[in-house]
């Protein structure tokens, strides 16, 4: 449900911003059956090749989204999206134990 919430905003934001049918192109390449197919063939070979588990990798991973040059949505993502992207971070983190 986070990841919907933030996918809304994100697309608000674009919308705003003017990039909104990047975006949508995006959105329609993810839904196509053929990225999907290449994404889980990559990962089983990912899964194969891997030296360390997922706890030690996500250790560097943010549950938040940083901005070099300003929020570009008004705040909208640094103070609704971010906090509840950082719950769910750390809820989904303790979960991880391999």
């Known amino acids: 449900l986070p990841f919907f919430a933030v ?14 049918r990047e975006k949508l ?8 059956g053929s990225t999907w197919q290449w994404i889980w063939q990559r990962r089983r070979r990912m899964q194969r090749e891997r030296r360390i588990g997922d706890r030690k990798l996500l250790r560097w991973a943010e549950g938040r989204i940083l901005f070099q040059e300003g ?20 809820i989904l983190y303790a979960c991880i134990w391999w």
Request: no cysteine; hydrophobic share 50%; aromatic share 16%.
């Open 71 to 90: 929020d570009a949505s008004g705040g909208l993502i640094t103070r609704i999206a971010n906090p509840i992207m950082a719950i769910t971070w750390k």
């Open 25 to 32: 192109r995006a959105w329609r390449f993810m839904f196509h």
């Open 7 to 20: 996918e809304l905003g994100s697309f608000l934001v674009s919308t705003r911003s003017g990039w909104w």
